[in-house]
């Protein structure tokens, strides 16, 4: 069992920069595949970007690739999400999610390989 607690978010420019943290208990982190996703308002749940057991392989939906970043520090139970040139598309709540079963290098999309998710924050970018 997990509990990942997201923050950071809030309301910025278009242009902008935001930096969200998702902390997770336990002290198993390094044996999840960690994941963001984001929902805006009348849309589905949609990937934003995934990284590995081990931080070494990452992935990114193609509307957030060159533009954010996902990292993770497995000392301090913490997965990031840096999130630069911010439009106003990528307005949404972002949720943080962890998944089990999988090798160290390996990494999902799909936010049904996922089992643990936190309750989100706000992202909300201004044109």
């Known amino acids: 069992q997990v509990q990942l607690v997201e923050s950071g978010g809030g309301l910025v420019q278009a242009g902008g920069s935001l930096r969200l943290s998702c902390a997770a208990s336990g002290r198993t982190f390094s044996s999840y595949v960690m994941g963001w996703f984001r929902q805006a308002p009348g849309k589905e749940r949609e990937f934003v970007a995934t990284i590995s057991r081990g931080g070494r392989n990452t992935h990114y939906a193609d509307s957030v690739k060159g533009r954010f970043t996902i990292s993770r520090d497995n000392a301090k139970n913490t997965v990031y999400l840096q999130m630069n040139s911010l439009k106003p598309e990528d307005t949404a709540v972002y949720y943080c999610?962890?998944?089990?079963?999988?090798?160290?290098?390996?990494?999902?999309?799909?936010?049904?390989?996922?089992?643990?998710w936190g309750q989100g924050t706000q992202v909300t970018v201004s044109s």
């Open positions: 999610a962890a998944a089990t079963g999988i090798s160290v290098v390996g990494y999902f999309t799909s936010g049904n390989r996922y089992d643990y």
